[in-house]
């Protein structure tokens, strides 16, 4: 994800997104999130990883198996028959791969970087397992979502969407505001180094504290009108939707990217993606997302 990697991917990414967007039917009724937010992620995670590119949506799969809340009627029922799954399905994919590039010449894909990184390079199973799933929830959630909840943002804010039909330059700054305002990933949690004091609570060294991203991207203290969808905002990536410090995501410039050439790509072919139903959220106590965006597309 170095910017030199990034300029060699961009073209493959405008590609793709256009080839999912020449697909879709103008006029009808469809997922949004299926069609075109989990279909783009999915083959650039599969780029990343050199995944059997045929095979692509077991990542997506093995990534909300990951995020779910178990439960009658879920994606799972129980912790067990996650863990079955992820230990017993996606492990051994990833083994088989690692088995392979290990042997290899190392190359830029993340199994090959794993396999010959001196840090790496010896994980246990659990380990590596642990790696693969922040690997893959990062990668294909957080960007997944946020494509989803542009869509729905500028059907909310329609004054937004008029501002970027009539000055599409302004998708570099409509990007981090989906970001922040989708806040894709809503909290993570970290253990405290030190005693400290933070807005008037003591904090022990070693205690384990849950940071709401999803609520300080909604600080008033540090976002102005932080409930509104804000396309053209002064300071755009003034949020922290990607953590911060050394726990910052290392994919957040990939991420960004791609929502750019999506957005760019779909204003020359759409007048309005038209969201023509409600939105059903992902039932994951840790994904803000969507697994269902119903839309209907008007052609320019």
């Known amino acids: 994800v170095a910017p030199t990697n990034l300029a060699v991917l961009e073209p493959i990414i405008r590609e793709r997104v256009g080839n999912i967007l020449d697909s879709l039917p ?9 069609r075109v937010s989990i279909e783009l992620t999915t083959q650039m995670l599969a780029t990343l990883f050199d995944f059997p590119f045929e095979e692509r949506h077991k990542l997506t799969y093995w990534s909300d198996v990951a995020t779910t809340t178990a439960g009658p009627g879920a994606l799972v029922e129980s912790d067990a028959e996650q863990f079955e799954i992820l230990a017993g399905e996606c492990l051994p994919a990833f083994t088989k791969l690692w088995n392979e590039r290990v042997n290899q010449p190392p190359s830029s894909d993340l199994i090959s970087m794993l396999a010959h990184g001196e840090t790496t390079r010896h994980m246990q199973p659990m380990e590596f397992l642990g790696n693969l799933l922040l690997l893959i929830i990062g990668g294909n959630d957080t960007t997944r979502n946020s494509l989803s909840g542009g869509v729905l943002a500028l059907n909310q804010f329609p004054d937004q969407y008029q501002k970027l039909r009539d000055d599409v330059s302004l998708i570099p700054k409509f990007v981090p505001e989906i970001i922040r305002w989708q806040t894709p990933l809503t909290h993570m949690s ?3 180094t030190k005693d400290t ?12 504290v849950v940071m709401w991203y999803v609520s300080g991207n909604r600080d008033e203290d540090e976002v102005k009108d932080p409930y509104e969808f804000i ?3 002064e300071k755009p990536r003034h949020h922290l939707s ?3 410090g050394i726990h910052r995501c290392m994919g957040n410039r990939l991420a960004e990217m791609q929502l750019r050439i999506a957005w760019e790509e779909i204003m020359k072919r759409f007048s309005f993606v038209e969201v023509v139903g409600e939105p059903v959220r992902n039932h994951s106590p840790i994904i803000k997302g969507f697994s269902e965006l119903p839309v209907r597309l008007h052609a320019k």
Do not use: H, S
């Open 26 to 34: 103008v006029g009808e009724t469809f997922n949004w999130v299926d």
């Open 231 to 233: 396309i053209d905002r």
């Open 197 to 208: 004091e933070l807005g008037g609570k003591q904090i022990k060294k070693g205690d384990l």
């Open 190 to 192: 970290r253990n405290a």
């Open 242 to 244: 990607f953590g911060f």
